[in-house]
């Protein structure tokens, strides 16, 4: 795999619930359909985008592994106002979801980040 899924133009779309907003980049879609993996980012985005009471925001991107040279996560961000000590057990029933509801083999292209407000 090389870095040429960053050079894209990023184009983005969006879904909805409510208030909330997942945008997800062009080079996270890209990636995914040519992978295989654009049904398990829309059922995690569709799950995560009903979680309106924690999350105020979902960006979906294509980011380098940090782990892994030459290969890439697609990573949910998710923004939320919540204090910090309520996160822990919200994380735990998000990985519980990728475990439940993802394929095995696409749960490693896939990660979930925190970003406090």
């Given at each position: 795999m090389s870095a040429d899924y960053l050079m894209l133009k990023p184009v983005e779309f969006a879904a909805t619930h409510g208030s909330l907003v997942a945008?997800?980049?062009g080079q996270a879609e890209r990636f995914a359909r040519e992978h295989g993996l654009w049904g398990s980012l829309v059922i995690l985005k569709t799950i995560l985008i009903q979680e309106t009471a924690l999350i105020d925001g979902v960006n979906v991107e294509l980011v380098p592994d940090p782990e892994v040279r030459d290969r890439f996560l697609i990573?949910?961000?998710l923004r939320t106002h919540r204090p910090v000590a309520e996160v822990p057990e919200f994380d735990d029933r998000?990985?519980?979801v990728i475990y439940d509801e993802i394929p095995a083999a696409d749960q490693v292209y896939f990660a979930v980040h925190f970003?406090?407000?």
């Open positions: 945008n997800v980049s990573s949910f961000n998000v990985r519980a970003d406090f407000v």
